[in-house]
């Protein structure tokens, strides 16, 4: 019995050291983002100034704990490292003309009001569409295959920015709406 436990004990220490930190970082980060948990973001990325008053933030909070994730492989070459993962996240841009059309029905039905007024009404109109989307049993998903580039920061591995697809799913789509959107004004 001694031996198992002993050879069990190995096993386990063998298995925890042999994932790199930089791993080890990103999927703190990644859990702190599914469980909601602004203050471990915040510490994390203290940048960030994240508020859980912020109904915009309760938003993609949401959208986080939807998020579900595969690491496949981890490579760590100095200061740098890149994440090899399957990622699946809710696709909020995919209705982005849908909520156009109604907020514009909105606006319309809505002439006369103070521009304060109109300001609230788009406000809770956004929070509430995005809500409802996000809590719909016919959500959109995208799946994708991303590598995430990891840089180390002092003891710490911190999300490099340069790390486009990533960006696209934590912002649901929206990141990609806004570069294509960027585009078009730019040809003008």
């Known amino acids: 019995m001694k031996k198992i436990l002993l050879v069990l004990s190995m096993l386990l220490l063998v298995c925890s050291c042999g994932t790199p930190q930089a791993q080890k970082d990103f999927e703190s980060m990644f859990k702190a983002l599914q469980s909601g948990d602004v203050k471990k973001m915040n510490q994390i990325n203290p940048d960030a100034k994240i508020s859980e008053n912020d109904e915009n933030v309760k938003i993609f909070l949401d959208?986080?704990?939807k998020i579900s994730y595969k690491i496949n492989k981890t490579e760590v070459e100095g200061d740098k490292a890149t994440i090899n993962l399957d990622i699946k996240a809710?696709?909020?841009?995919?209705y982005?003309?849908?909520?156009?059309q109604q907020a514009?029905?909105?606006?319309f039905?809505?002439?006369g009001k103070?521009?304060?007024?109109?300001?609230?009404l788009g406000e809770d109109f956004t929070i509430k569409y995005f809500k409802d989307k996000l809590s719909s049993k016919d959500l959109k998903f995208t799946e994708k295959n991303i590598n995430v580039i990891m840089k180390k920061d002092g003891k710490k591995w911190k999300v490099d920015d340069q790390?486009?697809?990533?960006?696209?799913i934590l912002t649901f789509g929206f990141s990609k709406l806004a570069d294509s959107m960027n585009g078009i004004s730019e040809q003008k």
């Open 104 to 107: 514009m029905a909105l606006a």
């Open 63 to 65: 959208g986080y704990k």
């Open 109 to 111: 039905t809505n002439i």
């Open 114 to 120: 103070s521009e304060e007024e109109i300001k609230k």
């Open 163 to 168: 790390n486009k697809d990533l960006f696209e």
């Open 96 to 100: 982005f003309p849908e909520f156009l």
């Open 90 to 94: 809710p696709d909020l841009s995919s």
